[in-house]
Nanobody
Framework: QVQLVESGGGLVQPGGSLRLSCAASGTIISINNMGWYRQAPGQQRELVATTTSGGTTNYADSQKGRFTISRVNANNTVYLQMNSLKPEDTGVYYC?????????????????WGQGTLVTVSS
C-alpha cells in the first residue's frame, strides 16, 4: 500500500505565491517520476510539472518561469513552488508518482495519485 498526501493549497491573491508539498509513504522500494497535475472546474486534468529521480524537470508552457518543481528523494517528497499566480492557475492540484513497491513475489510498479489540494487565485 502506497499513499501520497498533498498539502499547501489555499486562497491567494493574483501575483502571490504558494508552495505545495506531497509526501509518499508505504512500502516503497523506489520512486521514478513524480509530478503535479491540475484540474480546473469543468476541465480535464492536465500536466503542470514533472521531475525524474535524477532531477530532470518538465513543465507545461503556461507554468514555465513561474513554477518550480523539486524533490527530496530521501524523504519521498516532491514540492511545487508557485509564484506570480494568476486566476487561471485555480484548480485542484494532484500529486502523482510512479512507485516500485514490494509484493509477495517480488516487485510491482504502481501509478499513485494523491487526493488533491485546492488552489484558488482570486482577489
Amino acid at each position: 500500500q502506497v499513499q501520497l498526501v498533498e498539502s499547501g493549497g489555499g486562497l491567494v491573491q493574483p501575483g502571490g505565491s504558494l508552495r505545495l508539498s506531497c509526501a509518499a509513504s508505504g512500502t516503497i522500494i523506489s520512486i521514478n517520476n513524480m509530478g503535479w497535475y491540475r484540474q480546473a472546474p469543468g476541465q480535464q486534468r492536465e500536466l503542470v510539472a514533472t521531475t525524474t529521480s535524477g532531477g530532470t524537470t518538465n513543465y507545461a508552457d503556461s507554468q514555465k518561469g513561474r513554477f518550480t518543481i523539486s524533490r527530496v528523494n530521501a524523504n519521498n517528497t516532491v514540492y511545487l513552488q508557485m509564484n506570480s499566480l494568476k486566476p487561471e492557475d485555480t484548480g485542484v492540484y494532484y500529486c502523482n508518482a510512479g512507485v516500485i513497491t514490494r509484493t509477495n513475489g517480488g516487485r510491482r510498479y504502481l501509478a499513485v495519485w494523491g487526493q488533491g489540494t485546492l488552489v484558488t487565485v482570486s482577489s
